[in-house]
């Protein structure tokens, strides 16, 4: 097990799965099945995967404004990744999680992480420890 | 930096329900997405376009439930994009009820917040259309590109839940494309002998747009080197194929678009990010991704990815004149109520009505499970219908334009004029 320290922890948890690094950019919406959690789109290198449960590094998403509500969808059917790594902020993804919070009590963790702390590590066992660089509401 | 300095008074207020438990939940979510983006403030929008009325599954329809349920209304002008269910003519096709009650049920519930009944995708050929520099929050990953780069009205790539949130709360993160820093050019590209003739051709744009996004990536393209001015039909082919293959939010077209008088203006006085040389050999490239299978017999012929506009209507209308599609193909115009109600009033739908086409409006076959399992190929003169349909609907794909579309329609098979491509 590889533990992983984030640099900016945009949605806050802990969570464990293996690593899937996305070679390419994915729209959820059009690139995602939210009941099976399998990569539908047939031009992306991940096409056929579930990604259900895993810890996904994605370089950033593509296209539709819609991923959001697939990633929600993904959430309530339990088909979510259980982490999502990204290179940089990424506002789809992140919105995702904090609704799902909202409506379910539940969502997944969003954090940054450069892509060269992951080199490697594709395919591993990884653990991404509850963080203190978490991004929360802000205090008066 | 605290919440203090980032949200105003009354967004302090807004987020502790002193205005209301709908308010309180959306500034909440507005906040912290500021938070997360390191906004300095919030700024006010003066208009919407709201995406998250397309239904995908139960989370969204709860979440639209949950906020109108809480008395949610819009505080600025908000139009909405297609939802999940022609509302007055599913049952023409296999829609099932009880998909088609639940996305009803999210079309009521947007209804009950006081947005416009637009049921567009493409919005800004609309009344609902911005003005240059206007602040706006918009869904939808083609409007945005639009509204950006035609017109050069501002808003950041809004996912879906976030928009209604800013149409709740007025407010939005003054961070990315809000900003004039934000909306400067990142790469270069340079059209190298692309003939005039082909970029006068409405099946150039989106096959330029598909190299675009896949170029592009999630940054600012800056294109140089067209020489005839596209319309806005044109210019709305290349968006939404740029903003499926890719993520753009803005483009720039040097002496075309409103932000790119030439190129320095385009980029700030900045050095591109990176340059790169468009040829035939790129677009030829490009044009083959947009088709997954050119053998089979055509299914179906899809037009209108974004909704098709008046000006299609009107170019459509004597290319179907006393002609017929073949009895084994399916004929099929996405576009809006009000659209629909344009082209009749005009007299333009009774010659596609006598060809044997159907229209669609509110939605689109790529959000609305209609099409019956005999349908396999799809023949659509729409870079984003391409780009989409392998992966949501698992049918094969044939891209042409808009003649290729008709004449495919009436001898059953694939027909594509490929002379202004030149040799492959």
Same mark, same amino acid.
């Given at each position: ?140 | ?12 207020? *807004? ?91 999210? *079309?009521?519930?947007?209804?009950? *917040? ?87 051709? $409405? ?28 319309? $806005? ?51 030829? $490239? ?64 009774? $010659? ?73």
């Amino acid at each position: 097990m590889t533990s992983i320290t984030p640099t900016d922890v945009l949605v806050a948890g802990e969570a464990t799965g293996t690593l899937v690094i996305s070679p390419a950019p994915l729209s959820f919406w059009g690139g995602y099945d939210a009941a099976t959690g399998e990569v539908i789109d047939r031009r992306h290198p991940l096409s056929g995967q579930c990604l259900a449960g895993c810890v996904l590094a994605l370089p950033w998403t593509r296209g539709s404004s819609t991923t959001t509500a697939i990633l929600l969808e993904a959430v309530r059917l339990g088909m979510a990744p259980a982490a999502i790594l990204l290179p940089k902020v990424d506002t789809f993804i992140a919105l995702a999680s904090i609704v799902a919070h909202e409506l379910y009590g539940r969502g997944f963790v969003v954090a940054v992480v450069p892509a060269d702390a992951l080199a490697g590590l594709d395919g591993r066992q990884i653990h991404i420890p509850v963080s203190s660089v978490t991004v929360t509401q802000d205090d008066d | 930096m605290s919440g203090g300095e980032r949200l105003s008074v009354r967004d302090r207020a *807004m987020l502790a329900g002193e205005l209301g438990p709908a308010p309180a939940l959306a500034m909440s979510i507005v906040s912290r997405m500021a938070a997360i983006v390191r906004a300095p403030r919030l700024i006010d929008v003066s208009h919407a376009h709201i995406d998250s009325s397309i239904y995908v599954g139960d989370a969204g329809l709860e979440f639209a439930e949950r906020l109108a349920g809480l008395g949610a209304r819009v505080v600025v002008p908000s139009s909405l994009n297609v939802s999940g269910v022609d509302e007055h003519h599913w049952q023409e096709w296999p829609v099932a009820p009880e998909w088609a009650g639940k996305a009803h049920r999210q *079309m009521v519930a947007y209804r009950a *917040m006081g947005c416009s009944e637009t049921w567009t995708c493409a919005p800004y050929q609309t009344q609902a259309r911005p003005v240059f520099g206007q602040q706006i929050a918009w869904g939808e990953s083609n409007a945005i590109v639009f509204a950006n780069s035609v017109i050069g009205a501002r808003t950041e790539r809004y996912p879906d839940l976030f928009d209604i949130c800013a149409a709740i709360t007025g407010r939005v993160p003054d961070v990315g494309l809000h900003t004039d820093e934000g909306r400067l050019g990142h790469i270069l590209i340079t059209l190298d002998q692309v003939p005039a003739h082909l970029q006068a051709r $409405d099946e150039f744009y989106p096959v330029l747009g598909f190299l675009l996004g896949r170029l592009a990536d999630d940054r600012i393209p800056v294109v140089e080197g067209l020489t005839v001015r596209p319309t $806005d039909d044109q210019l709305k082919s290349l968006g939404a194929t740029a903003a499926s293959s890719g993520s753009v939010a803005l483009f720039h077209l040097v002496g075309i678009t409103p932000e790119a008088a030439t190129v320095a203006e385009a980029f700030g006085g900045r050095t591109p990010e990176a340059t790169h040389r468009v040829g035939m050999a790129e677009l030829r $490239d490009a044009r083959r991704h947009l088709t997954t299978n050119a053998d089979a017999p055509v299914d179906l012929v899809l037009l209108g990815s974004p909704h098709f506009s008046l000006d299609e209507f009107r170019q459509l209308a004597p290319l179907v004149r006393g002609r017929r599609k073949a009895d084994s193909v399916e004929f099929l115009v996405t576009t809006s109520r009000i659209m629909r109600t344009l082209a009749a009033d005009s007299g333009m739908l009774r $010659d596609l009505e006598a060809f044997g086409g159907r229209l669609t409006v509110d939605t689109c076959v790529l959000a609305t499970p209609m099409l019956p399992a005999s349908i396999q190929t799809i023949m659509t003169n729409s870079g984003k219908y391409a780009y989409y349909v392998p992966g949501l609907l698992n049918r094969q794909v044939v891209y042409g334009n808009l003649d290729d579309c008709i004449e495919s329609a009436v001898r059953g098979r694939v027909v594509r004029d490929d002379s202004a491509w030149g040799a492959a």
